[in-house]
């Protein structure tokens, strides 16, 4: 059996086996947009080491062939002592799981790459930073250090002030804390940290946040994740790198324009974590432009492509655009009718094809509710509406007491920013604000997922587990107080404001009206997910689509 398959154009295996991500990989490339090269771990070898603990046979082997290719195809050699290759290793189901499983980056930077690297570059300050990204990364998703003890390590992005001693000395703290919690140092073997990060990969699947974002989709159990690896672009390399995320329109809205976050200088795990203060997409345009220019161009091909809006990761090196995933935007609610309606009018898909890709139960968000009036003092802070909706609950700082509290009802989840171990208290709560963050942070893509409001980036509010409080503008308020989000418009209120849903929505009705269209049933009263089930309904009895809703 053949486990690792190319990231190559002529690739013929479905994301059954390739997994999603390395599935959309290989249409960049038969685009011919910018791919790192790599190759990719089919899920039946994750499937097989779940029954077995351990990595199937031939899996080595096949590993280390496909790691000769790519050296030869990068002319660089995995922990090298000249021109090293380093390579992220990261997880993809067949559906996507943002956030839910591991990813290791920066893969390779073993002790005498990482002075490799400083010697090639000529910038000892980069690579160092770059090797203690993957310690951090090797020891949280590899060894299973936990949050609390990393965060005892000054790791602060490096920046062209900052020295090498700090670095060096924040590498040798994280390399303690592995040997403590595990029980052995890193290994400064670059081919036993890919076997490793490899197994990690594939554990992470059955993790309890895994298992729990699966349970709340309808995604089976048994589908294993693949892996793909590919060589490292570093958005940390110098003044021209960078990295962020982008839709080719606004999620919240449906607008056609690009939409996202970029930060400069960083890796992308900076974006995506919610930990670190983004930039808008737009400002790339300002620093630069070229990229921008090359970006544009990818998103408006993609949407060509999928016929779709479309979310994009990507990393630039020194001024030169890479893309790292993408995958159809999956809009839902008003951004989605939208959508399916101007993608409609501009001939792109058919109204029927329109019509199948709303899911019925959307409709409830899209006349979006907003907070119409605060009193005086009501309002407690502000930030970025990353999802629509309002959402009135008692306060919690935590994703346990998220749980907990949501007993007695409503809940509104105030965190410094997210992470895939907080599912459970995202699941649990009517919506959730974040401290740090952008519109493609994990706090935001998971609750436009569940269709729950959002607001992120409140920068002026600071969370206290410990004391189970929240600070903003000089007041606090205690775990258990009555507060309410607006995730338009990014307002955050003590107690329960006046709230009032938008009458009109053009697009909605221009939907509803082609859905009566289809069924003939022009009757008054009918609610509107009923007029869209009716219509659907038809529509597949005469086979006139095959488009699944949502």
Not at 80 to 109: C, D, E, F, K, Q
Not at 203 to 229: F, K, Q
Request: proline residues 6%; charged residues 20%.
């Amino acid at each position: 059996m053949t486990w690792i398959h190319p990231l190559s154009a002529e690739a013929e295996e479905t994301a059954d086996v390739l997994g999603g991500k390395a599935h959309g990989l290989i249409a960049l490339r038969r685009l011919g947009l910018p791919v790192p090269p790599g190759f990719v771990i089919g899920t039946g070898a994750c499937r097989a080491f779940l029954r077995t603990g351990r990595l199937p046979d031939g899996l080595g082997a096949e590993l280390a062939a496909a790691v000769a290719a790519l050296e030869t195809a990068t002319q660089r050699r995995l922990g090298g002592l000249r021109r090293p290759l380093a390579v992220s290793v990261r997880s993809g189901g067949r559906v996507s799981m943002p956030g839910m499983m591991s990813t290791v980056l920066n893969l390779g930077l073993t002790t005498a790459a990482t002075a490799a690297l400083a010697d090639e570059t000529g910038d000892p300050r980069f690579a160092l930073d770059a090797r203690l990204r993957f310690l951090t990364g090797f020891a949280s998703e590899v060894v299973g250090v936990g949050p609390e003890s990393l965060a005892r390590v000054d790791r602060t992005p490096a920046g062209p002030e900052t020295g090498t001693d700090r670095l060096a000395e924040a590498i040798e703290d994280v390399g303690r804390i592995v040997a403590e919690h595990g029980g052995a140092p890193v290994p400064d073997d670059a081919a036993r940290q890919l076997e490793l990060a490899v197994a990690a990969v594939f554990s992470s699947w059955n993790t309890p946040r895994a298992r729990t974002y699966r349970e709340l989709h309808g995604i089976p159990h048994d589908l294993g994740t693949a892996v793909t690896v590919q060589a490292m672009v570093f958005g940390n390399r110098d003044r021209h790198s960078g990295t962020g995320v982008a839709f080719s329109r606004d999620p919240t809205t449906g607008e056609h324009v690009p939409y996202g976050e970029a930060l400069f200088g960083r890796q992308g795990s900076d974006v995506v974590s919610g930990a670190s203060l983004t930039e808008p997409l737009g400002e790339l345009a300002v620093r630069e432009p070229a990229v921008w220019d090359r970006l544009l161009s990818a998103l408006h091909r993609l949407e060509e492509h999928h016929r779709d809006a479309c979310y994009v990761e990507f990393t630039y090196e020194a001024g030169e655009l890479w893309l790292l995933q993408v995958r159809p935007g999956r809009f839902t609610g008003r951004a989605g009718v939208r959508v399916a309606v101007d993608l409609a009018d501009a001939g792109t898909i058919g109204r029927d094809e329109a019509l199948l890709r709303v899911a019925p139960g959307h409709l409830a968000h899209v006349r979006t509710p907003r907070i119409t009036a605060v009193g005086p003092g009501a309002l407690f802070t502000r930030g970025l509406g990353a999802s629509p909706g309002v959402a009135v609950g008692r306060l919690a700082t935590t994703a346990d007491r998220a749980v907990r509290l949501a007993a007695g009802g409503p809940v509104v989840l105030l965190r410094p920013e997210t992470s895939p171990l907080d599912l459970h208290g995202l699941a649990a709560a009517a919506g959730v604000v974040t401290a740090r963050g952008g519109p493609a942070s994990h706090a935001a893509v998971v609750a436009r997922s569940m269709g729950k409001p959002a607001v992120v980036g409140a920068a002026g509010l600071t969370v206290d587990a410990a004391t189970g409080s929240v600070r903003a503008g000089g007041r606090t308020l205690a775990e258990g107080t009555l507060i309410a989000l607006d995730g338009t418009g990014g307002e955050v209120v003590v107690g329960t404001p006046r709230i009032a849903a938008s009458s009109a929505d053009a697009q909605l009705d221009r939907l509803l009206a082609w859905a009566d269209d289809v069924t003939g049933d022009t009757a008054p009263g009918r609610e509107a997910s009923e007029r869209l089930a009716s219509a659907q309904a038809v529509l597949r009895r005469t086979g006139h689509g095959s488009t699944s809703p949502g």
